[in-house]
């Protein structure tokens, strides 16, 4: 079956380095998404993968492997507004079907 | 560029009454989506075109739930009765492609209590 799984809930603090990590079963691969989301607004496009390795935009990096059916983001320096919600997203096919976990919601603390 | 354009940003209404969610997407983008969001259930898919025609409608939980897209620029999510439990917040997302590195832009979104 489809399952994308994230932490619920994560803590940090200002200036520091978080990871988020999401995992995923798919019945196929064509890509993962993360996406950030405020309290009360849309989700915001971060970051995508479809190859094994590394992406960095910035603050913000997104790791991909594709045999472990793994990811993570990293976002470093860590600033108050990046408190929000992180959702990954997987696309099965060459489609448009994009695969949503729940979400990870970031505190920051100062 | 305005991005995508939803209205209106909130909507109270009471059990029974039908409901029309409205949305502008991206000029030149040719998939649009309509999202539900709840805390139970995260974001649902329920319905997506591609120019203008409606490709996959299985995510729309009931026929009192129907969308169109009468051209490029416009669509409408209705539901008719409306109840209480499709309390949630509609979104509205396009983008130009569904292959490659292109990520869906949302509109803000419809707050919609029905009570």
């Known amino acids: 079956g489809q399952n994308i799984d994230q932490p619920t809930e994560m803590t940090a603090t200002e200036g520091a380095i978080v990871q988020i990590n999401c995992t995923y079963q798919?019945?196929?691969?064509?890509?993962l998404f993360w996406y950030q989301q405020h309290a009360g607004e849309a989700p915001t496009f971060l970051s995508y993968n479809v190859l094994d390795g590394l992406e960095e935009k910035g603050r913000f990096s997104s790791f991909l492997s594709r045999s472990k059916g793994y990811s993570y983001l990293l976002l470093k320096e860590l600033q108050m507004k990046d408190s929000a919600s992180y959702l990954c997203?997987?696309?099965?096919?060459?489609?448009?079907?994009?695969?949503w976990g729940a979400g990870t919601k970031l505190i920051i603390k100062p | 560029d305005a991005g995508v354009i939803q209205s209106p940003r909130h909507e109270v209404t009471e059990m029974g009454q039908e409901v029309t969610l409205r949305c502008k997407p991206i000029s030149g983008h040719d998939y649009l989506f309509w999202y539900r969001q709840t805390m139970m259930r995260g974001l649902e898919l329920l319905i997506y075109?591609?120019?203008?025609?409606?490709?996959?409608d299985s995510g729309m939980p009931e026929d009192r739930f129907s969308a169109k897209m009468p051209n490029a620029s416009f669509s409408t999510l209705k539901i008719q009765p409306s109840e209480p439990r499709d309390s949630a917040v509609y979104f509205c997302?396009?983008?130009?492609?569904?292959?490659?590195?292109?990520?869906?832009?949302f509109g803000s979104g419809t707050r919609l209590t029905v009570v």
């Open positions: 997203a997987v696309r099965e096919d060459s489609n448009y079907q994009l695969i």
């Open positions: 075109f591609n120019n203008n025609v409606p490709i996959d």
């Open positions: 798919t019945s196929g691969f064509n890509g």
């Open positions: 997302a396009s983008t130009l492609e569904v292959s490659g590195n292109y990520g869906y832009t």
